[in-house]
């Protein structure tokens, strides 16, 4: 009976959907995420439980976020004319997007692989999600095929990961202005690794009316609180606006936000240690034959082997847990992708491949 219930009220596109899935990770050395491995410094730790001590948990948080909002302004560099909605990570972003454009005829793209919760969001909307698949040697993105796609679906929003997940590669400067500007609808570009690749569209945001950018604070050491941002003209952030729910940002991590923006020096000088290991581990790998390594702006790289299986069981007997990419999507068979850690992680993950490859 509740078998029944279940099928007759659940509509059948979320009963068609695979829930994101998420690996236990305790006693791993955790690799599969793209998270900063790095640890925050004692000082810095102390100073920010010292702001943490006289919040009034027993209220409701900051509806607006103005004071992060502020900060966050700064932070990006922003004109006095572009507005900030803040998200509990970029997924709430993305949702909220989808949200607000949904309808059995609106369409949502992306280039394919790509990251799987335009996909995922799209459809539990009852949206049509377009997938248009990259260059299959080397994962960028199939102009002729894109603009085709436009034409034929006037997508109602494009998302562009800048830097892919999650193949690490940036696309074509010239082909994502072409892309804005054969679409009718949004098109969003997905910063989230920007402090891995230091290029940005934000610059851009007033030559395109169509055009919003996406960052996060996940990636540069402080996935935990769960800041999503996105940014773009304030006629379309008044909008999206009324559909974010109250209290998105809790009052922990606003404050916690606005202490750590403080302090950006710190997550520069991490991420800028994580870029060289980037380099070292594409190096180190470049020896191997039988692996086949693309150049990444991000914080992981992708590899390819026909081991990838064998490899992947080996590190988890190893206690170290990467991300098996292979069947998730026809172009990445025999893929895994690796998030950079600590020169000690790196190492590591190095043994095992020296001992298996």
Known sequence: MTNELVQRLIRPEVRALSAYHVQDSQGFIKLDAMENPHSLPEPLINDWLDTLRNLELNRYPDAGAEVLKKKVHGYLGLESEQDILLGNGSDELIQIVAMALAGSDRVLMAPEPGFVMYKIIAQSLGMKYVGVPLNSDDFSLDLPAMLA?????????????????????????????????????????????HSFAQQTWIGDLDRFENLLVMRTLSKIGLAGLRIGMLVGAKKWLDELNKIRLPYNINVLSQASATFMLEHTEVFDQQASQIRAER???????????????????????????????????????????????????????????????????????????????
């Open 149 to 193: 796609a436009i034409e034929r679906h006037q997508p109602a929003v494009i998302f562009l990961a800048y830097p892919n997940n999650p193949t690490g590669n940036l696309f074509d400067r010239s082909s994502v202005e072409q892309i804005i500007e054969m679409s009718d609808g949004l098109v969003i570009i997905d910063e989230a690794y």
């Open 279 to 357: 380099q070292f581990m594409y190096d180190e790998l470049g020896q191997y034959s039988e692996v086949r390594r693309w150049q990444s702006h991000a914080n992981f790289l992708l590899i390819k082997t026909s081991l990838a299986q064998t490899l992947f069981d080996a590190l988890r007997e190893s206690n170290i847990l990467i991300k098996n990419l292979n069947g998730s999507h026809e172009m990445l068979a025999q893929c895994l992708r690796v998030t950079i850690g600590t020169e000690e992680e790196n190492r590591a993950v190095l043994g095992v491949i020296r001992q298996v490859i």
